[in-house]
């Protein structure tokens, strides 16, 4: 990632609090550069989740609308939506009347769009009307108190390890992990899922590697990433599936999730979401 795209970000930087609608607030971070570094399989998918809990405008009669927003943003598109970019952009909608809610939506979608140079999904939701936004826990199998040997300064993917045994689907999932902010340094909360196929994962060396990511400055989704592509690599599975839940900051959360199959999982969130 180029020093001068992350110079021109909001990051870390005192910024007004932009009340009326301004799609200019978004910043777009280019996710070439990033990937240069990881050695990513020929066919692979995955997506950008959002979840936005602070979201309202003001409708036709001038009296204020909130909802819930879920933002999908494809895995492939060009470049990434910088969060606290996302938040200012969201806050201008504060002042500003739109006719309906279908156009929040438009005006949503065009926007996020544009930034990410690719086709973004938008939901809104009325607060009471998002089942499937409801916290619910994490099916698997929880590995927080598997062997902790060592605490590594750093991820390491030769660390990782796998058995002869052939497991044909195993979920293992970690509420330990923590990643900080490429710029900024502040920690970044969240739990990971990680389900396979193949040679069976040492959850030991798993959960050592997941903890390794405490002092590591990235990006979410360059987090995740940079997960399945060491799995990958490293455990050879016949099937991969990392997703990331990560606590919400700013009234938005990201759910980053990369797989060798074309199945988008059920949309979940955590209780600490």
């Known amino acids: 990632m180029s020093t001068e795209s992350l110079n021109q970000s909001p990051l870390g930087k005192s910024v007004a609090y932009d009340t009326q609608y301004n799609p200019n607030l978004l910043f777009a971070l280019p996710r070439a550069d990033q990937r240069d570094q990881l050695k990513l399989p020929a066919q692979w998918y995955g997506q950008d989740v959002w979840h936005a809990y602070e979201l309202s405008w003001l409708g036709a009669n001038g009296c204020p609308q909130v909802a819930l927003a879920r933002f999908t943003l494809p895995h492939d598109s060009p470049c990434l939506i910088e969060s606290k970019s996302l938040k200012l952009y969201l806050n201008s909608f504060n002042e500003t009347q739109f006719g309906s809610w279908q156009e929040v939506r438009q005006a949503l979608s065009k926007d996020l769009s544009a930034t990410a140079q690719s086709s973004v999904d938008i939901e809104l939701f009325a607060i009471d009307a998002a089942p499937d936004l409801q916290p619910t826990a ?90 399945f592509c060491d799995v990958l690599t490293q455990c050879k599975p016949d099937k991969l599936h990392v997703q990331a839940l990560y606590t919400r900051r700013g009234g938005l959360d990201i759910n980053p999730w990369r797989s060798t199959e074309n199945r988008p999982p059920v949309p979940i969130r955590t209780t600490r979401q």
Do not use: M
């Open 138 to 227: 994490l099916q698997g199998t929880l590995i927080d108190d598997a062997p902790f040997k060592q605490r590594l300064h750093g991820p390491l993917p030769e660390h990782l390890r796998c058995t002869d045994e052939i497991v044909t689907d195993e979920t293992l999932v970690s509420h330990l992990l923590k990643s900080n902010c490429l710029i900024t340094q502040q920690p970044d909360w969240g739990s990971l899922l990680v389900r396979y196929s193949g040679p069976k994962i040492d959850k030991g060396r798993l959960l050592e590697y997941i903890v390794s990511y405490r002092s590591h400055n990235e990006f979410h989704e360059h987090c995740v990433e940079r997960i």
